[in-house]
């Protein structure tokens, strides 16, 4: 990432969440991996965004839709290549 040209353009601009798959890799089933996933990032963004009302607690598209709406700065992911 930071040998793209665009890096210092937009560095320290957007709230990055880092996840390592690693961390969910124990579970078997894929969809237990996503919903782990959706509430490990709950967890840490309404906790981080907690002056935020959410309109739903248990939606994260949802969740993060809203924290645009109220700050105007996407969230960007951000994953490890292996």
């Not at 798959?21 to 124990?26: L, N, T």
């Not at 963004?45 to 709406?69: E, G, H, K, M, P």
Request: overall charge neutral; cysteine-free.
């Amino acid at each position: 990432m930071s040998s793209h040209n665009s890096f210092e353009k937009h560095l320290n601009k957007y709230n990055v969440i880092h996840v390592n798959m690693v961390d969910f890799s124990s579970k078997e089933i894929v969809t237990g991996i996503i919903s782990e996933l959706e509430k490990a990032l709950m967890f840490d963004i309404t906790d981080d965004y907690s002056q935020i009302r959410f309109f739903d607690n248990n939606n994260l598209v949802r969740t993060l839709q809203d924290i645009f709406a109220k700050t105007r700065i996407p969230l960007h992911f951000h994953h490890r290549r292996m």
